[in-house]
């Protein structure tokens, strides 16, 4: 049987297989539903009862001599409760009301000139990192016949966590050399790591920046074509410079449909996760599914929550028949699965998968 490191390449190449790869993640306690739905002791006992995907992710190791910075100055104004600690990139982030939420409070909100900008200590600075272990890293994980990918980065979330969301898109119009100063820093992280990601032997490198809302993109296609997109170009090519082979994969929430082509321009294989409540997922398959592979599709905003096991298993089943023909799908929710989603939808899903990704059957 196939093993998930060539079906990976297989699906960004479109090319059926004897099976599909599928996966779900979860937030907040619907693990442990799942978990007990499954009588599953941990997460290596459900993958193995489940049969999902599972890649595993290599990170370079901060070396020992690299500073450490203390950003306090930039939240006087603020009342940190006790216990909670500015990140170690600067960030604040103050308890949510659920799950995987906070509050995120950026460092540089209330700094608007760009000198004084640059005078914040940057931490995801590549010269601060050793990625010399990255290669060890990967045969450990191909070892167990397991995927190796690399969580790279972003370009517009990462940077307005540091500006703040709304100064960071004035920026963008009104101050863009601001909002490039950023964003340069971010490509300087993001050509470093996936070039030594790709020398190191990954099969795939994972980006991403919610840049959709439910309705549009969060800002203009033509803003984001003008400061970003070619950004994408110059760290996707060089990565497959270094190997053609390598697997990119792009995430971004909500409704991103102004701009697939271009995405698909600069080198994209598989775009994630094209979510169902925001854009209609078959006529992008119809306009790009010669061109593009995909992961994701199922709703998780309306099915899998408010449905029944047989709505999951309809709506999972089109998936496989339009999506699958190809080969270019990894059939998976269009997010994490929250706790309010029943066992039984869950179980719905994965014993679909488990019956129509498994073989031919589609």
Known sequence: MINDRDLLRATAK???QERLLYYASFAGTAFNTVLKGYGAKNYEEFVKNTGVFCPQYVQPVRKADAPSFDYSKYFSDIDIPEGVKIGDDGVLNLPGSSFHFTHLISPLRN????EEIKEFPYYKNPDYYDFSGLRAQVEQIHAQDKVAAAWVGRFFETSWA?????????DMIAEPEIAEYFFQNELRWNLKFAAEAVKAGVDALYFGDDV????SMTFSADLWR???KEKWRTVWSEAKKINPDVVIWYHSCGNVLDIIGDLIEVGLDILNPIQPECMDIYEIHKKYGDKLSFDGGLSTQKNFPFGTPQSVIHETEMLIDT?????????????DLEPEVPFENMKAFFDTCQKRCRGRNI
């Open 111 to 114: 700094v608007y000139e760009l």
């Open 323 to 335: 999506f699958g023909k190809n080969g270019g799908i990894i059939v998976a929710p269009a997010h």
């Open 212 to 215: 959709g809302s439910q309705k």
């Open 162 to 170: 540091l500006r703040g969301y709304e100064n960071l898109l004035a």
């Open 14 to 16: 479109r090319e059926r």
């Open 226 to 228: 003008k400061l970003i």
